[in-house]
């Protein structure tokens, strides 16, 4: 077993290629060593090269609603909204208060997605 550093996108695809002939492979045994220390480096690579950026509030929410299977009435009713109100934020023609953004917290949407800036329409 030799698992390198992955340092180009030609390594990438030889480690992607050697996991997946690894994979099932049980855990304690060799080839399960090697799986398993192939997923930390391949996971670190693609971390530093192919960032997710955080979602943007808006999208956070929808998620959460879909989640939950919630319709946007239903959120609004948890969140002691008007309907109008839930639709103006939801269609991004009015921005989240401090309130609404601790509310949606508990909710379970998280804090640090809700205020971050994103774009309203006029």
Known sequence: MKVNII????DH????????????SPSGTPKGDELELLMLVVEAYEEANYPIP??????????????????PSGLAE????????????LNRKRALTLDQVR????????????VREYDLVS
Do not use: N, Y
């Not at 992607?16 to 002939?21: G, N, T, Y």
């Not at 969140?79 to 109008?84: K, N, P």
């Not at 509310?103 to 809700?114: I, Y």
């Open 78 to 89: 948890q969140l002691g909204l008007t309907r109008a109100r839930m639709s103006e934020i």
């Open 54 to 71: 955080p979602p943007d509030p808006i999208e956070a929410i929808r998620f959460r609603m879909e989640q939950q299977g919630l319709k």
């Open 7 to 10: 340092r180009t996108e030609d």
């Open 13 to 24: 695809e030889k480690a992607l290629a050697r996991m997946e002939k690894l994979w099932g």
């Open 103 to 114: 509310r949606l917290h508990d909710f379970g949407v998280p804090a640090e997605v809700l």
